[in-house]
């Protein structure tokens, strides 16, 4: 029998609305821990989405733009304290560090509160001194005290870990590496055609407009450069495709499902990052188990790249220029880099890491059989 145990997940976005790489590790999360517990999962996020299900029950929080301009997300407070008391989880479980979850520090004692850090960002904020003053002090002392009072913080990776205790005097509770299913699909790579594949959402900090750059600087014959992500309705969405439009070696193929995103890596050769920060990357995951090296302009958590052999950590525009160049004509390395990186993958980052979740959850929660 199934381990009877209530989750309430804090999170801005359902993976079946808006899928990034917090949504989609919640949801894999809370995949592996029903196979223990039952699912009685309450889920809270401002998406409008109906969601049909007898596990999950969510809970949506209608937006307020005005207000949020001026107070941020401190304006949903008393909501949020309703929706606690009412549901009465045994764990509180938020990732994506925003003000939407401070009230849980109010309920520590009855509901175990858990912070997952996502990112590097949910750690390295700042004050900023501008005409939205009032919402930026809000946002910036909640962040804080949810931080210093929360009883659980999980980190992605040890550097993350290392930034809480330089910044905040507290060490992670737990580092529990991000997870993925093993490969389904086929893994072929066709030497004829190399693919070089590049997978975000398109934000600032994702740098999209590098990676057409890149295609334009490596005009290979026999080479392909794709590029997947959904384009923001923006002024910048429109500058991107505008860019996308006018090169000559690039392929976009807009968003795309989980399952779509691996096929393409499967058939690919190199995988190419260009943010200008990261957590810790589903997407290197994904490629790694696929046998597809990384290029990273800037990211490699805990230098795992660079350590293991998986791929090429290139720290400047040029060197990924260079490094991009060198994969697609040294075929050798580029298929030992995928190999390295497909046996790393599979040893570090299986759903099996999930497990310490579980073994937090009986420890701290006290859940009997």
Same mark, same amino acid.
């Given at each position: 029998?199934?381990?009877? *145990?209530?989750?309430?997940?804090?999170?801005?976005?359902?993976?079946? /609305?808006?899928?990034?790489?917090?949504?989609?590790?919640?949801?894999?999360?809370?995949?592996?821990?029903?196979?223990?517990? @039952?699912?009685?999962?309450?889920?809270?996020?401002?998406?409008?989405? $109906?969601?049909? @299900?007898?596990?999950?029950?969510?809970?949506?929080?209608?937006?307020? %733009?005005?207000?949020?301009?001026?107070?941020?997300?401190?304006?949903?407070?008393?909501?949020?304290?309703?929706?606690?008391?009412?549901?009465?989880?045994?764990?509180?479980?938020?990732?994506?560090?925003?003000?939407?979850?401070? #009230?849980? !520090?109010?309920?520590?004692?009855? @509901?175990?509160?858990?912070?997952?850090? =996502?990112?590097?960002?949910? &750690?390295?904020?700042?004050?900023?001194?501008?005409?939205?003053?009032?919402?930026?002090?809000?946002?910036?002392?909640?962040?804080?005290?949810?931080?210093?009072?929360?009883?659980? *913080?999980?980190?992605?990776?040890?550097?993350?870990?290392?930034?809480?205790? %330089?910044?905040?005097?507290? $060490?992670?509770?737990?580092?529990?590496?991000?997870?993925? #299913?093993?490969?389904?699909?086929?893994?072929?790579?066709?030497?004829?055609?190399?693919?070089?594949?590049?997978?975000?959402?398109? %934000?600032?900090? $994702?740098? #999209?407009? &590098?990676?057409?750059?890149?295609?334009?600087?490596?005009?290979?014959?026999?080479?392909?450069?794709?590029? !997947?992500?959904?384009? #923001?309705? @923006?002024?910048?969405?429109?500058?991107?495709?505008?860019?996308?439009?006018? /090169?000559?070696?690039?392929? +976009?193929?807009?968003?795309? /499902? !989980?399952?779509?995103?691996?096929? +393409?890596?499967?058939?690919?050769?190199?995988?190419?990052?260009?943010?200008? +920060?990261?957590?810790?990357?589903?997407?290197?995951?994904? =490629?790694?188990?696929? %046998?597809?090296?990384?290029?990273? &302009?800037?990211?490699?958590?805990?230098?795992?790249?660079? !350590?293991?052999?998986?791929? &090429?950590?290139?720290?400047?525009?040029?060197?990924?220029?260079?490094?991009?160049?060198?994969?697609?004509?040294? $075929?050798?390395?580029?298929?030992?880099?995928?190999?390295?990186?497909?046996?790393?993958?599979?040893?570090? +980052?299986?759903?099996?890491?999930?497990?310490?979740?579980? /073994?937090?959850?009986?420890?701290?929660?006290?859940?009997?059989?």
């Amino acid at each position: 029998m199934n381990k009877k *145990i209530k989750i309430l997940i804090i999170s801005e976005h359902y993976w079946e /609305s808006q899928i990034g790489g917090a949504e989609l590790q919640i949801k894999y999360i809370l995949d592996y821990l029903g196979e223990t517990y @039952s699912k009685i999962y309450t889920y809270i996020t401002e998406n409008n989405k $109906k969601i049909y @299900s007898d596990e999950i029950k969510l809970i949506k929080i209608r937006r307020r %733009k005005i207000l949020e301009i001026i107070f941020g997300q401190i304006i949903y407070f008393i909501k949020m304290m309703k929706i606690i008391l009412k549901e009465k989880p045994d764990f509180i479980y938020h990732r994506n560090l925003t003000n939407l979850a401070l #009230p849980v !520090i109010f309920f520590k004692n009855k @509901s175990k509160s858990i912070i997952h850090i =996502a990112s590097e960002k949910d &750690l390295c904020f700042e004050l900023v001194y501008n005409k939205y003053f009032l919402r930026n002090l809000l946002d910036y002392y909640g962040k804080k005290l949810l931080i210093y009072k929360t009883n659980v *913080i999980i980190s992605q990776a040890n550097y993350q870990s290392n930034l809480l205790i %330089k910044k905040y005097n507290r $060490k992670a509770d737990l580092i529990i590496h991000n997870a993925h #299913p093993f490969p389904k699909e086929p893994i072929y790579k066709n030497n004829d055609v190399l693919q070089i594949v590049w997978a975000a959402n398109f %934000k600032y900090e $994702k740098q #999209p407009e &590098l990676f057409i750059e890149l295609s334009n600087r490596i005009n290979i014959y026999g080479v392909n450069f794709i590029m !997947i992500g959904r384009l #923001p309705n @923006s002024k910048y969405g429109k500058e991107l495709l505008n860019k996308i439009n006018n /090169s000559k070696n690039l392929t +976009y193929i807009g968003g795309q /499902s !989980i399952e779509r995103v691996n096929m +393409y890596l499967s058939e690919s050769h190199i995988f190419v990052n260009t943010s200008l +920060y990261e957590g810790f990357p589903n997407t290197f995951i994904q =490629a790694w188990m696929r %046998k597809v090296p990384v290029v990273s &302009l800037n990211v490699d958590p805990d230098n795992v790249i660079k !350590i293991n052999n998986l791929g &090429l950590h290139s720290l400047s525009f040029e060197n990924m220029v260079n490094d991009v160049k060198k994969l697609i004509f040294d $075929k050798a390395l580029r298929k030992k880099m995928g190999d390295d990186a497909q046996k790393y993958a599979f040893q570090n +980052y299986s759903l099996n890491n999930f497990e310490k979740i579980k /073994s937090l959850i009986d420890r701290e929660g006290n859940i009997d059989n």
